[in-house]
């Protein structure tokens, strides 16, 4: 009839007439299907039977392609109170699952029984219990009746034997610094809600499980339908992290505009994104993966494969524990400022300043922010303007045509270093024979060589390390950085904002040892324009430029710390390493520099060799892990480069290849022998070290090869000094004293762990730990504090442990 009317009464095209047919036959098929009995009357086979169910109600049923079963559930939605639906397919028949679609209120969730689930290599795990929690729609009252539906249908023209079971989950919300247990397998994922109290802004969700494997996920999601609870979806949205044995997450109210959101655990098939092993495939066609029962409770269950006993644990933080940090952390540094302030004065008063710069500890420190600005500018013009008449030793040169090796290329010089050189005790004024306008001109090279490679580098480091928080902002992806999880507190864009605020000491003490060096070097040259004898003929000779360079490094090492700590991870860890190499090696350049301010490194040669170390460094951690031709080659250049440096420091730079070796230096040369060997030693048992154990984290290992090398110059330089006479005056001493135990307590802190990029992100969490300072900073924010005080404290010990020769002729210093 239908077909004769559209006929008649329209001219329509083929198919404009087949797209109305097809329509007026789905109406038809609709209305049919609202009435008993309607698949006879359509000629279906199918059999849909309708059953009003119960909750905590086990069925047994049995399902085919001739029969749809739907049970009708009447439910009194509750905020507090979840609902869970669990299948169990009692037939091994795999190709034909059934399917199971419930229906509620805003929401629809399907899924199949065996639940196929996919791992590495897109192997395939069929899971015969199948578990999941409906979503919970939002609702304006605290509880209200609604009706869902479950449907059962398949494919299969056997039959396929089932239980379905509905249950109410009566924990389903989740409180504050209450543990709670649940189990997970990977066919039954978890997730439970969590309402922020009033006035919590911000909270910890953690999750501890008593077993490290299998591999799981937690992930944080908003109050939406549908919850990706799934291994292949969980990572769609929110917020997510892989777990061996515990996970946490900082969750901000601010995200969630309804106070509340999901915590989900998902436990994964497999668990080598955890690092564990690449099991055996033990699936064959049709076969399903066997699912194991829990025999006691979650504290006490025999653990079997993939089945995850985990319990919650919400730690709350608030406001004020973000300004109690900022304010201790200042509190700390600017109290340095304050303590060097009044060590100032008094120094000042006991030398007995006349009136007219008696209060120069006052005016100096006050105008030392606005010098800061323009350091060396400032020491130039000083410098150039300094009368050359009482400089007996050196020669007037225009400091605009000399360069800072023109001496070194005249003959009669050269001749001079050869006699020098074989005295029998050598002295300070043998090697400080330069004019001190060329010597500074070539220290000052270190200041703005360090403060252009500051630039370069830092520019990209900000740039890199701002696209990684803001992929791990967008993605939700918290497996990109390695922080301590359990003491991160966000601030804005910024996830671990504390590990970022402890680096402020490196930046403000450095700065202060800046504005310390800026106020004794304007002193010596104003004792320079008076013609101060001391100034001139006495003590060590100085030279601020490697001083400005050391405290523009530390400056720079907080900087880049920051930005480390900003997304700690593989790929971005000699940010925090490099300018560590610098200040160990401009260290061991002004110890050296102390006794042969004529004959040390340039700025040029040093800071390729630094360069070096750092190419070094990156390919270790790159290429270094396994790699037997890495550490074989690594190992043949640190030999032969300290072999090098030894018969440099030996013959003090008057050697060359192929020719006879040069008498020692008596007694300083024995010293330096002894050295010398034991550098030697020292080295050659790092460099075995490394090629047998192969550590791991060679950035660290390249650092303590620096560190180990700068210190035993510094004690050997100590115990020269004290073998040669010298003594050390009180305020040194207070310096080597205090530095030495504040370095004792800063490396216990360094060594506690709290995570490591070289293994996987759920492996590193193991590591990781609450915090212990103020609920705010954790052992490595105090490492960062400690080894900032211990820098600026092994800065003052080498600016202050030659005072005590401010007052002692120049040939009678001797160098060591």
Not at 190 to 218: A, H, T
Not at 440 to 459: D, M, P
Not at 791 to 801: A, I, N, Q, R, Y
């Amino acid at each position: 009839m239908l077909r004769s009317y559209w006929k008649s009464r329209h001219k329509r095209g083929p198919g404009a007439y087949a797209l109305l047919l097809r329509l007026s036959a789905y109406l038809c098929l609709c209305a049919c299907a609202t009435r008993r009995g309607c698949a006879e009357e359509l000629g279906d086979p199918k059999t849909v039977v309708h059953k009003d169910a119960d909750f905590e109600v086990t069925y047994n049923d049995t399902v085919t392609s001739d029969i749809q079963t739907i049970y009708t559930f009447n439910h009194t939605v509750s905020r507090n109170k979840g609902v869970r639906v669990s299948v169990n397919v009692q037939s091994e028949q795999v190709e034909n699952p059934i399917l199971i679609v419930v229906r509620q209120k805003q929401a629809v969730l399907s899924f199949q029984v065996p639940l196929i689930l996919r791992g590495l290599y897109q192997r395939k795990y069929p899971y015969a219990h199948v578990g999941r929690t409906l979503c919970q729609p939002q609702t304006r009252a605290l509880s209200e009746t609604q009706f869902f539906f479950v449907d059962v249908s398949t494919l299969s023209s056997q039959g396929v034997h089932y239980q379905l079971r509905v249950s109410r989950v009566d924990s389903f919300t989740l409180q504050t610094d209450k543990k709670f247990s649940f189990v997970a397998t990977p066919s039954q994922p978890q997730y439970f809600k969590y309402v922020f109290p009033d006035g919590v802004d911000s909270v910890i969700v953690k999750v501890n499980s008593q077993m490290n494997f299998p591999c799981s996920v937690m992930s944080i999601q908003d109050i939406l339908c549908p919850v990706y609870d799934l291994d292949n979806n969980v990572a769609f949205i929110g917020m997510y992290q892989t777990m061996t044995t515990t996970a946490a997450i900082t969750v901000q109210r601010k995200d969630f505009p309804s106070n509340s959101f999901y915590v989900v655990i998902v436990v994964k098939t497999e668990d080598e994104a955890c690092g564990g092993p690449l099991r055996f495939y033990p699936l064959r066609p049709g076969e399903m993966k066997t699912q194991w029962v829990i025999s006691t409770k979650c504290g006490r269950l025999e653990v079997k494969p993939n089945v995850k006993c985990l319990y919650f644990v919400f730690l709350s933080l608030s406001a004020e524990v973000y300004v109690m940090g900022m304010l201790f952390c200042l509190g700390i540094f600017l109290s340095f400022y304050v303590l060097t302030f009044l060590v100032a004065c008094i120094e000042n008063k006991r030398l007995k300043i006349g009136n007219p710069q008696s209060g120069f500890c006052i005016r100096s420190l006050q105008g030392c922010t606005l010098c800061a600005v323009l350091l060396h500018v400032s020491l130039c013009l000083l410098i150039s303007e300094r009368p050359l008449d009482s400089v007996g030793r050196c020669r007037q040169e225009s400091l605009s045509s000399v360069e800072e090796d023109d001496y070194d290329t005249l003959a009669d010089i050269d001749s001079d270093k050869n006699i020098v050189r074989t005295k029998k005790f050598l002295c300070v004024s043998d090697l400080a024979r330069k004019d001190k306008r060329i010597l500074s001109k070539k220290y000052q090279i270190y200041f703005w060589n360090i403060a252009t490679i500051a630039v370069f580098y830092a520019l990209p480091v900000i740039q890199l390390v701002i696209t990684y928080q803001t992929v791990v902002n967008v993605t939700g992806n918290q497996d990109i950085c390695y922080y301590n999880f359990l003491c991160a507190h966000p601030l804005g864009a910024l996830s671990a904002f504390n590990n970022i605020l402890s680096n402020l000491g490196y930046v403000m003490l450095g700065l202060l040892f800046l504005l310390i060096v800026l106020q004794r070097d304007i002193m010596h040259n104003r004792a320079l324009l008076r013609n101060d004898l001391a100034a001139l003929e006495c003590g060590i000779p100085k030279h601020f430029g490697l001083y400005y360079a050391m405290g523009t490094a530390l400056m720079m090492e907080g900087l880049l710390s920051a930005c480390y700590h900003v997304c700690p991870n593989y790929t971005n860890f000699q940010f925090d390493t490099s300018f560590m190499y610098m200040i160990a090696g401009l260290c061991m350049l002004k110890l050296y520099q102390k006794r042969h301010p004529d004959i040390n490194a340039s700025a040029y040669t040093a800071y390729a060799c630094l360069a070096a170390v750092i190419f070094f460094s990156v390919l270790g951690v790159v290429f270094g892990k396994d790699n037997t031709a890495f550490w074989i080659v690594f190992s043949i250049i640190h030999i032969l480069a300290t072999l090098l440096l030894s018969i440099q420091l030996y013959y003090m730079g008057r050697w060359r290849l192929g020719t006879a070796c040069m008498p020692a230096l008596g007694c300083s040369g024995l010293d330096r022998m002894v050295l010398l060997v034991m550098g030697n030693i020292v080295n050659w048992s790092l460099a075995a070290y490394g090629l047998i154990e192969r550590p791991n984290d060679f950035a660290s290992y390249l650092l303590a090869i620096a560190i180990c090398n700068l210190l035993l110059y510094f004690a050997f330089y100590i115990i020269m000094k004290l073998r040669s006479n010298e003594r050390i005056q009180f305020l040194a001493l207070v310096c080597i004293l205090f530095t030495a135990v504040v370095w004792g307590f800063a490396l216990f802190f360094f060594f506690q762990g709290l995570s490591t990029w070289q293994k996987t992100p759920a492996e590193s969490r193991e590591h990781n730990r609450d915090c212990i300072l103020l609920s705010f900073f954790d052992d490595h924010d105090i490492w960062h504090f400690l080894s900032s005080i211990a820098m600026f404290g092994s800065f003052l010990v080498l600016l202050t442990m030659d005072d005590d020769l401010d007052t002692v002729q120049r040939d009678k210093i001797y160098v060591f």
